[in-house]
Nanobody
Framework: QVQLQESGGGSVQSGGSLRLSCAVS???????????MGWFRQAPGKGREGVAS???????SYADSLKGRFTISQDNAKNTLYLQMNSLKPEDTAMYYC?????????????WGRGTQVTVSS
């Protein structure tokens, strides 16, 4: 059974940085498998927003508003997905979730973690 577990959230001041991790179990990501991994976030009272995604070939995609501040990466040897967040702003405050599309299309997000909270104070 595929399971995703996020960690690394916390409270930081505006301008600070955080690195989120997502440990994947029950599935081994590699260049031989079709998959896409993504980060999403949901702020209080708002809908879920796509943050970034990364495919089996290492290709990445970002929300336009976050380009240059956030970086998605993966360590296949550790079966872990990362999100480096720099120059954080109060509007980045949200619950952050990782998700997996094991079909590799980056749109059928069938597996989700429980989320990790990020709070940015001004």
């Amino acid at each position: 059974q595929v399971q995703l577990q996020e960690s690394g959230g916390g409270s930081v001041q505006s301008g600070g940085s955080l690195r989120l991790s997502c440990a994947v179990s029950g599935y081994t990501a590699s260049r031989n498998n079709r998959y896409c991994m993504g980060w999403f976030r949901q702020a209080p009272g708002k809908g879920r927003e796509g943050v970034a995604s990364i495919g089996m070939d290492g290709g990445t995609s970002y929300a336009d508003s976050l380009k240059g501040r956030f970086t998605i990466s993966q360590d296949n040897a550790k079966n872990t997905l990362y999100l480096q967040m720099n120059s954080l702003k109060p509007e980045d405050t949200a619950m952050y979730y990782c998700a997996a599309d094991l079909g590799g299309y980056c749109r059928n997000w069938g597996y989700w973690g429980r989320g990790t909270q990020v709070t940015v104070s001004s």
